[in-house]
């Protein structure tokens, strides 16, 4: 009934990369996939996002983790004036909200879902 969408932006704030989940799927499950092939000196993300797996994934690819841990997880250094950066993500969503399409989910299928997705992501790289 619910869809969730994981998106990847660049330093500017412009999205890069999308992936569909059911609403309850836990974050972290499509997280390596979106930093797949995409260069990056740092990947911020949110605690939903800490796993020993996905932090090994983005040592993989020489980048540093800017990812807070849970208080349940084990204590790891987080640069959190770099994770101040992470409001760009969030400022993402906020865009995309504005489109009413997006924000009520009009479209029955994942693939017309995601080309919504792409045409309001290029209204956001136009602006």
Known sequence: M???IHAVV????NPLRFILSP?????YTQAEALITDLP???VLGDKGYDSKAFRDAIAL???VAVIPPRKTSPQVACDFALYCERNLVERFF????HFRRIAT???QTPRAFMSM???VSAFIWIK
Do not use: F, P, W
């Open 61 to 63: 690819q020489d980048a």
């Open 117 to 119: 997705l792409a045409l």
């Open 94 to 97: 906020l865009k995309i909200k």
């Open 105 to 107: 989910r009009y479209e």
């Open 10 to 13: 660049d330093a500017l704030g």
């Open 2 to 4: 619910t869809t969730k």
């Open 40 to 42: 990056a000196e740092s």
């Open 23 to 27: 609403g309850q799927a836990s974050d």
